[in-house]
T-cell receptor
Framework: GQQLNQSPQSMFIQEGEDVSMNCTSS?????WLWYKQEPGEGPVLLIA?????ELTSNGRLTAQFGITRKDSFLNISASIPSDVGIYFC????????????FGTGTRLKVLA | SQTIHQWPATLVQPVGSPLSLECTVE??????LYWYRQAAGRGLQLLFY??????ISSEVPQNLSASRPQDRQFILSSKKLLLSDSGFYLC??????????????FGPGTRLLVL
């Protein structure tokens, strides 16, 4: 099925560093969601974005809805070991479908 | 507050056996419900979604089926499992009438191993 282009695929960073990941598509979306998934668990919603240009924070996490509505990024500031996991973006197409398209995931590892 | 339940948490089944995974949502009405499958280390593949009782949209042709017998209950079934059906099955819900601007929440998942 369709998937969003999410990058990077994986990241190894030192504790305290900032992290940035993004999702891009050729399609226009009306909603962007960012999730974190830990092994053996369901994805947990981190941030939801509903308007083009919207910038939303959740603690050390910040995400933005791209102005073209075709992309979104997620930043994590001052990473800590518990940030380890796989981060997924998901977009809901502007065509009014109930479906979400998911990115391929960014696997984050934090070195203490 | 809303809660989503899935069971069983883990399931080991022989090839050719039937399957029934259940998902229920509490604390909301008329949710949109979704079944996804996730292969190890991979992204999420949408299998089915439902916007109302008895309404099922299938995304991927395969030997799985879904049913929604009640407003907040979503069931994933198979008559005969294949090895390729192994994976992590996730149920999710969202609320919205227009199909726009909705937030989707996931359950804890069921890990299925077909031997």
């Amino acid at each position: 099925g369709q998937q969003l282009n999410q990058s990077p695929q994986s990241m190894f960073i030192q504790e305290g560093e900032d992290v940035s990941m993004n999702c891009t598509s050729s399609s226009i979306f009306n909603t962007w969601l960012w999730y974190k998934q830990e092994p053996g668990e369901g994805p947990v919603l981190l941030i939801a974005l509903y308007k083009a240009g919207e910038l939303t924070s959740n603690g050390r996490l910040t995400a933005q809805f791209g102005i073209t509505r075709k992309d979104s990024f997620l930043n994590i500031s001052a990473s800590i070991p518990s940030d380890v996991g796989i981060y997924f973006c998901a977009g809901q197409l502007a065509s009014g479908t109930y479906k979400y398209i998911f990115g391929t995931g960014t696997r984050l590892k934090v070195l203490a | 507050s809303q809660t989503i339940h899935q069971w069983p948490a883990t399931l080991v089944q022989p090839v050719g056996s039937p399957l029934s995974l259940e998902c229920t949502v509490e604390g909301t009405s008329n949710p949109n419900l979704y079944w996804y499958r996730q292969a190890a280390g991979r992204g999420l593949q949408l299998l089915f979604y439902s916007v109302g009782i008895g309404q099922i949209s299938s995304e991927v042709p395969q030997n799985l089926s879904a049913s929604r017998p009640q407003d907040r209950q979503f069931i994933l079934s198979s008559k005969k499992l294949l090895l390729s059906d192994s994976g992590f099955y996730l149920c999710a819900w969202s609320v919205g009438a227009s199909g726009a601007g909705e937030t989707q929440y996931f359950g804890p998942g069921t890990r299925l191993l077909v031997l």
